[in-house]
C-alpha cells in the first residue's frame, strides 16, 4: 500500500487542487427547489420523459422523482439531472429506489443512480447514432423483478456492456470516483462503513469536462419487446403505459479525489497505478478514502 501511495504521489506533480473546489455542486435536497441542476432533456431538445419530480415535498428533505417508460442503454435516453464537473472528482449520493407502495420497484429495469458522460454535440435537432459515452451505477432491479441489484453499466459510442449483482434494497450510498483514465463505482449498504467495489471503468478521455448527476429509468411490462429504434424512443414519451418506480435522493455530494495523477496522457496510459485490473480492492480502497 505505501507503494502505491508513493506511486500516486509522485506523479501528482501538478499543484494540489483544493478539496472543498466542487462542494458548490453539492446538494441536500432541503430547500424545497431545485436550483442549478441542468435537466438533459431541456438542454437538448428531448421530449419530457419525467413522471413526477418534486423536493421535499412527496418525501421530505429529498429529492422525488419518476420517470416514465425509459432506459439509458446504447443510444436511448432516459431522465438525467447533472452539473458540470472539469477534471476529477469524487461523487455520492444516498439514494433509495422503491415502488409507490412496497420497497422494491414494480417491473423489471427499474434503477435510479449515478452517471457521469461525456458531452458531445448531439441534440434532438442533429442528432447522431453511435455517440453516447458514458459510465453509471445505479440500484433498483434488473432482468427479474422482485430482485433487488446495483447495475454498473458502461457505454462507448453507444455500444453498452454492463453489470448485475444482489445488493440490499432500501437507502443506500452510491458513489463514483475519476482520476484521470480511471472511474471507479461503489456502493454501501444503510449502516455499513466498508465502500463496496462494484466495477471499475478504464476509458482514455481527451474532454476533461463531464456531465455528472442523477438518472432513473424504468420499463413497462405493457410494453411488449420489439426492434429498436432509438431516434424513434427517444421523440416518444410513453404517458399510458403502467410504470411503478420512484428515486429519491437524500444528498448528493461532490468534492475532488484523494488520489491525484498527472493529467497528461503518457502518465496516464503507462504509470497510472489505480488503472492496474489486478491492484487489490482493499489498497484500491485505502487509496480512495472513506
Not at 273 to 282: G, Q
Request: no cysteine; hydrophobic share 40%; proline share 8%.
Amino acid at each position: 500500500m505505501r507503494a502505491l501511495i508513493a506511486s500516486l504521489s509522485l506523479l501528482a506533480a501538478t499543484p494540489a487542487l483544493a478539496q472543498d473546489e466542487l462542494t458548490s455542486l453539492s446538494d441536500e435536497f432541503d430547500s424545497g427547489v431545485l436550483t442549478g441542476w441542468v435537466r438533459f432533456d431541456q438542454a437538448f431538445g428531448w421530449p419530457d420523459k419525467i413522471k413526477a419530480l418534486d423536493v421535499g415535498e412527496t418525501t421530505p428533505g429529498a429529492l422525488h422523482i419518476e420517470p416514465h417508460h425509459s432506459a439509458w442503454v446504447r443510444d436511448l435516453n432516459a431522465p438525467f439531472l447533472f452539473r458540470e464537473v472539469n477534471g476529477d472528482f469524487d461523487v455520492r449520493a444516498r439514494v433509495r429506489v422503491r415502488s409507490q407502495e412496497g420497497d422494491i420497484p414494480g417491473g423489471t429495469w427499474s434503477l435510479g443512480g449515478l452517471m457521469a458522460r461525456v458531452p458531445n454535440r448531439s441534440t434532438a435537432e442533429r442528432w447522431a447514432p453511435r455517440s453516447e459515452n458514458w459510465h453509471f451505477i445505479t440500484t433498483g432491479v434488473g432482468q427479474v423483478a422482485g430482485e433487488p441489484m446495483t447495475e454498473t453499466k458502461s457505454t462507448f459510442n453507444s455500444y453498452s456492456s454492463l453489470r448485475l449483482r444482489p445488493f440490499p434494497t432500501g437507502w443506500v450510498e452510491l458513489r463514483l470516483v475519476r482520476v484521470g483514465m480511471v472511474l471507479i463505482a461503489l456502493a454501501r449498504p444503510e449502516g455499513e462503513t466498508r465502500w463496496q467495489v462494484r466495477d471499475r471503468f478504464y476509458r482514455m478521455e481527451n474532454n476533461p469536462v463531464m456531465q455528472v448527476g442523477l438518472i432513473a429509468y424504468t420499463t413497462s411490462d405493457d410494453v411488449p419487446p420489439g426492434p429498436e429504434n432509438p431516434e424513434a424512443i427517444n421523440r416518444t414519451v410513453d404517458r399510458e403505459s403502467r410504470v411503478d418506480m420512484v428515486l429519491e435522493v437524500d444528498w448528493i455530494r461532490f468534492a475532488r479525489p484523494l488520489p491525484r495523477v498527472r493529467p497528461d496522457w503518457y502518465a496516464q496510459v503507462s504509470a497510472n497505478p489505480l488503472a492496474d485490473p489486478n491492484l487489490p480492492e482493499a489498497e484500491l480502497l485505502e487509496a480512495l478514502g472513506s
